[in-house]
């Protein structure tokens, strides 16, 4: 989709073209907390989560930065095969000094596990739509909203998801949403309303009956007023991140 932003850098108008779910999502360098990388590079065949913050030593993003490395640390990324990066429009000295206060409060201690991207001036920010127009740093320039952005080993975009800066994230529900994402890339279902790993899954409407029968021995279909037969259920045990599946 085409949309018209405030070009922080410039100070005029510029149209950019964000990228759509199914898009390959931009490649670029940045500086880290954790050194330079090549986005793409730095992904390699993994999935990949980034997540914008407005800023450092800010209490909200303190608790988001917090919980995310407690998943670090747990292994919840890991065993999804999914790589974790942060970002803001503050400097990689500041992530790092910033990261300590992030340890602390989480009661963590080691290698800082993920990356913190650098934006200081705002290039990514605003490539990909990240800039949130009502908050400033102390010199009236735009910060970065709480994007979340999902991308599968094909580089390409599978969620995008946008908060204020005064709300938020709930991390599980990023977490269920990626379950959903690697889940239906190798299983022709979806994931019903308030899904999590072991309930059941929908068989999708491009199965027909026949070969639902055969993909999904033990499915179900609910009777609707309609007649129509849409609503097909079937259990699906789910292992997360490995992609074993068993009926």
């Given at each position: 989709?085409?949309?018209?932003?405030?070009?922080?850098?410039?100070?005029k108008?510029s149209?950019?073209?964000?990228?759509?779910?199914?898009d390959?999502?931009?490649?670029?360098?940045?500086?880290?907390?954790?050194?330079?990388i090549?986005?793409?590079?730095?992904?390699?065949?993994s999935?990949?989560?980034?997540?914008?913050?407005?800023?450092?030593?800010t209490?909200?993003?303190?608790?988001?930065l917090?919980?995310?490395?407690?998943?670090?640390n747990?292994?919840?990324?890991?065993?999804?095969?999914?790589?974790?990066?942060a970002l803001?429009c503050?400097?990689?000295?500041?992530?790092?000094?910033?990261?300590?206060d992030?340890q602390a409060?989480?009661g963590?201690t080691?290698?800082?596990?993920y990356?913190?991207?650098?934006?200081?001036?705002?290039?990514?920010a605003v490539?990909l739509g990240?800039?949130?127009?009502?908050?400033?740093?102390?010199a009236?320039?735009p910060?970065?909203?709480?994007?979340?952005?999902?991308?599968?080993?094909?580089?390409k975009l599978?969620?995008?998801?946008?908060?204020?800066?005064?709300?938020?994230r709930?991390?599980?529900?990023?977490?269920?949403v990626?379950?959903?994402?690697?889940?239906?890339?190798?299983k022709k279902?979806?994931?019903?309303?308030?899904?999590?790993?072991?309930?059941?899954?929908m068989v999708?409407?491009?199965?027909?009956?026949?070969?639902?029968?055969?993909?999904?021995?033990?499915?179900?279909?609910?009777?609707?007023?309609?007649?129509k037969?849409?609503?097909r259920?079937?259990?699906?045990?789910?292992?997360?991140?490995?992609?074993q599946?068993?009926?």
């Open positions: 989709r085409e949309r018209v932003v405030c070009c922080v850098c410039e100070q108008f149209t950019i073209n964000m990228p759509n779910l199914g390959v999502f931009p490649d670029f360098t940045a500086d880290t907390n954790k050194g330079p090549q986005f793409h590079k730095a992904i390699d065949n999935w990949a989560i980034l997540f914008s913050h407005p800023a450092d030593y209490p909200v993003c303190t608790t988001e917090g919980e995310v490395l407690r998943f670090c747990n292994g919840e990324f890991a065993k999804r095969k999914c790589k974790v990066f803001s503050d400097s990689a000295e500041s992530h790092c000094g910033w990261q300590k992030v409060h989480s963590l080691g290698d800082f596990p990356h913190i991207i650098a934006d200081e001036k705002r290039e990514l490539k990240m800039v949130d127009p009502d908050e400033k740093d102390g009236g320039m910060l970065t909203c709480r994007a979340v952005f999902i991308i599968g080993p094909d580089k599978k969620l995008s998801i946008l908060y204020p800066a005064t709300t938020g709930n991390f599980n529900e990023i977490l269920r990626l379950d959903s994402l690697q889940l239906t890339s190798i279902v979806a994931t019903p309303v308030n899904w999590t790993p072991g309930k059941e899954c999708v409407p491009s199965v027909s009956d026949e070969d639902a029968a055969t993909l999904f021995p033990k499915h179900r279909k609910v009777t609707v007023p309609s007649g037969g849409y609503l259920f079937t259990p699906v045990d789910y292992q997360a991140g490995d992609g599946l068993k009926q």
